[in-house]
């Protein structure tokens, strides 16, 4: 009995520690495996986000959590720039996802590290068994927000992954940089073909300078990128230097199974052309709790209950995604003479359009009276 849980998740990046907080505070008996052994952002990532990703989260804009406000400058190959005034937040993500877990715990719910979840099961009477490197549970409903390359999805059979595009990002120090308090993003086939490299200060010390590639070696163009900018990177020196996958190619098919979900990058619940996982994984985590809550107080866990989940995730934000990968995929195909003519056409409110995934029939239109960009970029994007 001790082990028998309404509601069990796998990972507590910012989707499991959301799920696990509204799985909780909806009456759900609930626990969260880490493998870690600590709750905290283990894997590189840019750490940016928008404000309304924290009150998405309920988690208050504090100097703990919140290390840096910023605006962003977007730079086409020929490096002229767009300036998007809207101000943004750098997290301390670890501070960001602590916070959320006190809250589930708060909420009730049991959290356990350093407890790698190893298979899970179907039993004969529909519940999951989940074996993990010290224990054995049964959970009316399993959450996998394990992230990308899910152990949960190889549990379940689901072969899916989403499109994943490989990153490479330095933390340095002793950087100089000519922008302290914005984010740039540069794109170019020769400065990040398929992708963008940026550069993202951080706090008063640190600075992020990454990449994401496709068809090279990311860590090659990395340096090439630091190579561009000597009088601001020149001394710098690396402290942190990781890589990981971005699932960038749309949401998976089949992410909700009798009893059992797959949630944020484990799903491919990314923002594509961006690459923004945050606030999408935490807004999934918090359906998703609730949406099990729901299930196990119904005494209905199949499939077709579960599917609630993807019907308001989808008017929320797998339209959003969907709109955001049909830019993707029209952007990645510009020549460098095209992106520079882009950066002459769009404004700040039209690239956060296309960023995001929002109104890119608006910006198609805008396209439209620009031969070069309406065949190639404004009919993909209608
Ligand atoms: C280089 C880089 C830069 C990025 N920059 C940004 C950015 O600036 N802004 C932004 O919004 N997004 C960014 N992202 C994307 C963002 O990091 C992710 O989309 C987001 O963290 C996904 O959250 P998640 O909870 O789904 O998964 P994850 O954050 O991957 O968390 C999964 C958790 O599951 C745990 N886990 C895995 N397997 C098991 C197991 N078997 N048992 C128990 N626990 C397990 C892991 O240890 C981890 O804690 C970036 C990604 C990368 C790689």
Redesign the pocket.
């Known amino acids: 009995m001790e082990n028998n849980y309404d509601v069990l998740i796998?990972?507590?990046?910012?989707?499991?520690v959301c799920a696990a907080k509204t799985a909780a505070l909806n009456g759900a008996k609930t626990i969260i495996?880490?493998?870690?052994p600590t709750i905290m952002a283990?894997?590189?990532?840019?750490?940016?986000?928008s404000q309304q990703t924290l009150k998405t989260a309920g988690v208050a804009d504090k100097p703990s959590i919140v290390m840096h406000r910023t605006d962003a400058m977007v730079f086409s190959p020929n490096l002229k720039s767009i300036h998007i005034k809207e101000i943004g937040f750098s997290l301390n993500k670890t501070m960001f996802i602590q916070e959320i877990a006190a809250a589930a715990a708060e909420a009730g719910a049991q959290i356990r590290v350093r407890?790698?979840?190893?298979g899970i099961s179907r039993a004969s009477d529909g519940t999951m068994n989940i074996k993990t490197s010290q224990n054995e549970y049964r959970a009316k409903v399993v959450i996998g927000?394990?992230?990308?390359n899910s152990?949960m999805a190889r549990n379940l059979g689901v072969s899916e992954k989403s499109e994943p595009i490989p990153?490479v990002?330095y933390i340095m120090v002793n950087c100089h940089l000519e922008y302290p308090n914005t984010v740039r993003f540069y794109l170019g086939n020769e400065i990040a073909p398929m992708g963008y490299a940026w550069i993202f200060p951080k706090g008063e010390k640190l600075t992020e300078v990454?990449i994401g590639v496709r068809g090279g070696s990311a860590k090659q163009y990395l340096d090439k990128f630091v190579g561009m900018f000597p009088k601001e990177l020149a001394k710098g020196q690396i402290i942190d230097y990781r890589?990981?996958?971005?699932p960038v190619g749309g949401i998976i098919e089949n992410n909700i199974q009798d009893g059992a979900m797959l949630?944020?990058?484990?799903a491919g619940m990314?923002i594509p052309l961006t690459?923004?996982?945050?606030?999408s994984?935490v807004a999934a985590g918090l359906m998703a709790g609730e949406v099990a809550a729901a299930a196990v107080s119904e005494g209905n866990c199949s499939k077709k209950r579960l599917e609630e989940f993807n019907r308001k995730y989808d008017e929320q934000w797998g339209q959003r995604i969907k709109k955001s990968l049909k830019a993707m995929r029209a952007i990645e195909q510009l020549s460098d003479n095209e992106l520079n003519l882009l950066q002459q056409v769009l404004a700040a409110d039209d690239i956060l359009d296309l960023a995001n995934g929002f109104e890119i029939r608006k910006v198609a239109k805008k396209l439209l009276a620009h031969p070069a960009l309406a065949v190639k970029l404004a009919k993909s994007l209608v």
């Open positions: 796998v990972g507590a990046g910012p989707a499991g495996l880490e493998k870690q283990s894997k590189p990532c840019g750490e940016a986000t407890e790698e979840v190893q927000a394990d992230g990308y152990t990153t990002q990454g890589g990981a996958p971005v949630i944020g990058d484990a990314v690459g923004a996982g945050i606030h994984s």
